[in-house]
């Protein structure tokens, strides 16, 4: 046989050989086109067609930024093998995570990583015997059943090699420098690293998850908005509680079948506006307002909200962007007459800085909260926290965490941020934007303490004023009306990811990773 090599920024070596083995080295690193003619691992792997089934294409990188990272994007596809092994102390098979690795402040020789079985410090020694005693497992149904893939960090480093009191010694480190923490997340833990504007883990958001009656709004919540993603054959609409400083609570998800082509559809979004939560109080609440999208099928959006009036619903278009003087402009009267004057009482948009809501949103969502037992001390939430019910599952979990800010460079090579998707399902995200966009238009962001109070008393609940937030750019008089007040009646590696794809085939990986694809027959 013969060996061929070539570069990834070349598209004669990529596409001038046919190859039944194609190994691609560090895909990461790759440009995004190879001479202008295309994606350099798309030309590569059109070399191994030729021989259909008995292909095998491997992908191997060390990962780089999330949602711009190829190996990622092809592990996610894959069945996602992760090297399980055992606890020495109770035999729980399980893949190592960093965050189980646990050492002393200021002393990186204590490291030991701690068994999520049953919680037993597993010192460095053991790692041999657990090793040895180790199997691959698939974590995931893939996407692609011709794609296995396979990730490893550095925690897996054999005896002797690089041990976990150098990789905490390392992020002790790295700690402070978001490029040193890139470089340890990117090349020890074999992960991608997500730019400023840091995506929530969802997983995390799941261990925060809060146990109140389904439907229900908690004590803390004195109004109701919503906000309301127009699909294709759906609407999505999520209802969120909110209280002072801005503290939330999801409260409702619900999936209206048909989408804007079915009348139907729109009656139950109708139905929504009338429709009643009871408050942990015994009082029951409306939605104040409700923030729907135009973005798709305009028309029909503006004709619904035409029909039902202005007073609760509030139709919105997002703009992209930061450093906008407000988060929220309008509202703009879209409607004329034959001469061409706006009509007041005609449709209105609002346009929403969804940039800086997102990025709102992932504070509030990263930010530290008291533990359990402080809770019940009597410490409380800080300003802006996101309460998430139990019900909530991973799925919406994912669709809330699915964008990630990212620096891009734009066609004239200065560098700008903007919002990436890094799932392609975002709803949950979108919704929630709309939904504070709503509590924006309802005026929570400029309310007195009067008002505050005012809801409380209708509530009949009791909420000590929290800390402040420190002041945005929105500004703007305290405008309250009746129908934003809730209740009713009331007013208102040296690792990485390795990918293995078994169509006929080719397979991924990162450093020491490995991926590769190739004919199920064979395995």
Known sequence: GILIMTGANSAVGLRSTPARYIFLDEVDAYPASADEEGDPVTLAEARSLTFAHRRKVFLVSTPTIRGLSRIEREFETSDQRRFFVPCP??????????????????????AEYLCEGCDAAIAEHHKTAMLEAGEWRATAEPEDPGTVGYHLSALYSPVGWLGWDRIAR?????????????AFRNTVLGETWVETGEAPDWQRLADRREAWTPGSVPAGGLFLTAGADVQKDRIEVDVWAWGRGLESWLVDHLVLEGGPGDPACWQQLTDLLVRTWAHENGQHMTIARLAIDTGFE???????????????????????????ASPVTGPTYVDATVGGKRLRRGARLWSVATATFKAETYRFLRQDRPTAEEVMAGASFPPGTVHLPTWADGEWLKQLTAEQLVTVKGKRGFAKLEWQKLR????????????????????????SEARWQDLERQLAVETPPPTPIPPGRSTGRDRPRRASAAPTGSGGAEDGFEHDRLDG??????????CQRHDPGQL
């Open 424 to 447: 392609e399902r975002n709803e949950a995200l979108d919704c929630r934007v709309y939904a504070r966009a709503a509590a924006w238009i309802a005026g929570a962001d400029r309310w």
């Open 298 to 324: 305009t028309s029909a959006v503006y004709g619904w909200a035409r029909r039902v009036g202005f007073a609760q619903v509030v139709p919105v278009k997002g703009l992209e962007g930061f450093n906008r």
């Open 89 to 110: 102390h109770c035999d729980v098979m399980q893949w190592l995570k960093f965050e189980r690795l646990r050492w002393e402040k200021g002393r990186p020789e204590t």
């Open 170 to 182: 390392a992020w002790e480190v790295a700690r402070g420098s978001d490029e040193a923490i890139k």
């Open 505 to 514: 085939n080719r397979a991924l990986g990162a450093a020491p990773g490995l």
